[in-house]
């Protein structure tokens, strides 16, 4: 089974950055896309960046010239540098493969608030 594991989590005011990491263990994340997905309670995870395995990068219109997505393939691991955070931003965030595998870690909160 392949594992997720997001780190970076955490506080932060409004206006403010914040700075995820994502490493895979059991995965060559240099093989595929890479994505970073958001979940509020009650619904379902949403898109909000990926990276493809040439860096190619898309967006959600949501977070588009606020967030970047990065990676570094020698570390197997995909950053999310999160900047202008809104409260609309708190969520919890989870990194995977784009499409998704059904494997989920438990991804890391990020709470946007004063």
């Known amino acids: 089974q392949v594992q997720f594991v997001a780190s970076g989590g955490g506080l932060v005011q409004p206006g403010g950055s914040r700075r995820l990491s994502c490493v895979a263990a059991?995965?060559?994340?240099?093989?595929?896309?890479v994505g970073w997905f958001r979940q509020v309670p009650g619904k379902q995870r949403e898109l909000v960046a990926s990276?493809?395995?040439?860096?190619?990068?898309n967006y959600a219109d949501s977070v588009k010239g606020r967030f970047t997505i990065s990676r570094d393939n020698a570390k197997n691991m995909v950053d999310l540098q999160m900047n202008s955070l809104k409260v609309e931003d708190t969520a919890v965030y989870f990194c995977?493969?784009?499409?998704?595998?059904?494997?989920w870690g438990q991804g890391t909160q990020v709470t946007v608030s004063p």
């Open positions: 995977n493969n784009v499409p998704a595998w059904d494997f």
């Open positions: 059991g995965s060559i994340m240099s093989l595929y896309r």
């Open positions: 990276i493809s395995s040439n860096e190619v990068t």
